[in-house]
């Protein structure tokens, strides 16, 4: 079974950057999905970006985020750049262990197993 652990996040400026990490372990993880998501108190769970054979991003993200891997360390990353007090979220990896069908990334029901969530907190 696949285990994930955020880390990175934190308080931070309007304007400036942050690098979250997503730690897998329990397999082999050459060829996994990985998504990152937020949400705030009362909304619901927000899709981020994902990577699987490619890298997907919300509009949010578009621009400013970058979702990359570390197969050696088996390791996701979110470079965050440019943050905004909208981006103030806790943050959420997720495995799915099968191909993501197109334009399911979005879903956080698609998903397998969930990490315990980073915060990230953006001052104005």
């Known amino acids: 079974q696949v285990h994930l652990v955020e880390s990175g996040g934190g308080l931070v400026q309007t304007g400036a950057s942050l690098r979250l990490s997503c730690s897998l372990s329990g397999q082999t993880v050459e060829n996994y999905n990985v998504g990152w998501f937020r949400q705030t108190s009362g909304t619901e769970r927000e899709f981020v970006a994902a990577?699987?054979?490619?890298?997907y991003y919300a509009d949010s993200a578009e621009g400013r985020f970058t979702i990359s891997r570390d197969n050696g360390k088996n390791t996701v990353y979110l470079q965050m750049n440019n943050l905004e007090p909208d981006d103030t979220a806790v943050y959420y990896c997720?495995?799915?262990?099968?191909?993501?069908?197109?334009?399911?990334?979005?879903?956080?029901?698609?998903?397998?197993?969930w990490g315990q969530g980073t915060q990230v907190t953006v001052s104005s």
């Open positions: 990577i699987g054979w490619n890298t």
């Open positions: 997720a495995y799915k262990g099968r191909p993501f069908i197109v334009g399911t990334w979005t879903s956080p029901r698609v998903y397998d197993t």
